[in-house]
């Protein structure tokens, strides 16, 4: 229970509270849970955005009030570590200066740049999946932005200095990511009614385009820090949910 405790606290704002103490192999308890509590916000998001729907609300604003909702929830942690992170890949200095950039608090041109994109994809791939009635995709897409933080937290070391790095950094075993990738994608086939491909290849793709963009942090930055662990989560959801809100050819 000290897992599931810490993995709500650490990736919510619900009223839950951590254990006192977190070491390494609580740590990596709970990021072995994070993809449940991707399911929670997945699931929470989907209910908003059918809600909202109902009530009249356009569906490209509800898309929008829906990004804004997890943002709110999640502490704006992950689009926070999205906007440190590409400001500090955007830097020509060394990692040092990179990390550095990264701590420094504010956003810059890459950060705010990255951030609009982001959240747009989001919201107007949100608003498609509410036209087409693909609330199954919206959790899906939720949730496995959370399975990429285990992926994340397989074979990268720690950036220097960043502590949250060190407590969860190469915690995950190959068996953790293989198994959660698998029930991401097994879950996929039933995302897109008529179409059973698209939410395999949807969750393949993000969960493929967050590992890249860690590896390449952990060359540029040194390593593994939450920044990047936030922006990974962003960019696997922005590229899972845009590939199921494709329109599927019929007849």
């Known amino acids: 229970m000290n897992g599931v405790r810490l993995a709500i606290s650490w990736l919510t704002v619900l009223p839950v509270r951590g254990p006192d103490a977190v070491d390494r192999p609580a740590a990596a308890r709970a990021i072995l849970l994070a993809p449940l509590v991707g399911a929670l916000l997945g699931a929470g998001a989907a209910a908003l955005l059918g809600a909202l729907s109902r009530a009249g609300a356009s569906t490209a604003l509800a898309g929008l009030l829906v ?24 830097s020509y200095g060394p990692p040092e200066r990179a990390r550095e950039i990264m701590k420094s608090g504010g956003a810059g041109p890459f950060g705010v740049a990255g951030l609009v ?38 074979g990268v070391p720690a950036a220097p200095g960043t502590g949250f790095g060190i407590l969860v950094a ?47 942090c952990a060359r540029r930055l040194g390593g593994l820090s939450g920044d990047v662990l936030g922006a990974a989560v962003e960019t696997t959801v922005a590229v899972a949910a845009a590939v199921l809100s494709l329109a599927v050819p019929t007849g």
Do not use: E, K, N, Y
């Open 170 to 216: 190469d915690t995950q075993s190959a068996l953790a990511g293989a198994a959660w990738s698998a029930i991401a994608i097994g879950l996929a086939v039933l995302a897109v009614p008529g179409c059973a491909w698209l939410g395999p290849l949807a969750v393949v793709l993000g969960l493929a385009a967050s590992a890249i963009l860690v590896r390449h």
């Open 67 to 90: 990004v804004g909702a997890l943002a709110l929830i999640t502490r704006g942690m992950h689009l926070d570590g999205l906007a440190d992170t590409l400001d500090g890949l955007g």
């Open 117 to 154: 994109f982001t959240i747009g994809v989001q919201a107007f791939s949100f608003a498609a999946l509410a036209d087409s009635g693909r609330w199954l995709a919206v959790a899906l897409a939720v949730a496995t932005g959370r399975v990429a933080v285990i992926l994340a937290c397989r």
